[in-house]
């Protein structure tokens, strides 16, 4: 419970940014939102159940996705392009989407935070979702299911 409020709050206050920085210009640090013209995705929540790191020497699956135990949520908001998490020491955490791309019924967000970079392959109409990262010569790859954010 506290780690959703923690995220919630997160998300709150990335929001809140967002609108700070749209009276003051574009931020290097924040990606700029997206032309209004465009029809985004509604906010989702994801949760990862089953997480693999690889290394050089092979694979093995893990208990926790970085700093959060399993399973590990977040929450994407398409229109701000952030990412909410809230890590085990329940500190929240906002990374932004550089980019989100559409082929069909699939959807790939990515981006880059504290030399690691990640990427996340979702679908509108399906639960599953897959999150890998790359960082300090280790692959990870996260398994999961995504639904509307409630």
Do not use: Y
């Not at 009276?23 to 032309?35: I, K, Q």
């Amino acid at each position: 419970m506290l780690k959703t409020t923690v995220t919630a709050l997160c998300l709150l206050l990335g929001l809140v940014a967002a609108h700070a920085q749209e009276s003051t210009g574009p931020s290097a640090a924040v990606a700029p939102p997206a032309p209004e013209g465009d029809t985004l995705p509604a906010p989702i929540a994801c949760s990862f159940e089953k997480v693999f790191v690889c290394e050089a020497s092979g694979c093995a699956p893990s208990q926790e996705l970085g700093t959060i135990d399993l399973p590990a949520r977040f929450l994407i908001h398409f229109g701000e392009q952030i990412i909410a998490s809230t890590s085990d020491d329940d500190l929240p955490h906002i990374s932004s989407i550089q980019s989100v791309i559409g082929d069909g019924d699939t959807l790939i967000l990515d981006g880059n935070d504290n030399m690691s970079a990640w990427a996340i392959e979702l679908s509108p109409s399906k639960s599953a979702a897959t999150l890998t990262t790359l960082a300090g010569g280790k692959v990870l790859s996260a398994f999961g299911t995504c639904q509307p954010a409630p």
